[in-house]
């Protein structure tokens, strides 16, 4: 059964820091496209930063550009999203996402999801 399984998320206050992690299982991490999602009450889901499977290249969202990185081990079939001096426009819920083709941050390309993680950073 293919799955992804997050964890890491909570409350934390600005400034703060928070590490998700996504766990694959049934199959092989490596092999694919990865990338962190995230959805705000009433917005649409947006890609915050991605990894490319062909060219391993990073995208990340201008948002969050220099507090955020996106990571992977692929010994633990696992992916991460190191998350710094959070703000409360971070407040959402947070998706981990894989595909075997997908070569852009969107929504759309991507074809198995986590269940998502709530990251709440207060006003």
């Known amino acids: 059964q293919v799955q992804l399984v997050e964890s890491g998320g909570g409350l934390v206050q600005p400034g703060g820091s928070l590490r998700l992690s996504c766990v694959a299982s049934g199959f092989a991490l490596d092999h694919y496209a990865i990338g962190w999602f995230r959805q705000a009450p009433g917005k649409e889901r947006e890609g915050v930063s991605c990894i490319s499977h062909s060219y391993g290249s990073t995208y990340y969202a201008d948002s969050v550009k220099g507090r955020f990185t996106i990571s992977r081990d692929d010994a633990k079939n696992t992916i991460y999203l190191q998350m710094n001096n959070l703000k409360p426009e971070d407040t959402a819920v947070y998706y981990c996402?894989?595909?075997?083709?997908?070569?852009?941050?969107?929504?759309?390309?991507?074809?198995?999801w986590g269940q998502g993680t709530q990251v709440t950073v207060p006003a």
């Open positions: 996402a894989a595909d075997r083709w997908a070569t852009t941050c969107v929504r759309h390309y991507f074809d198995t």
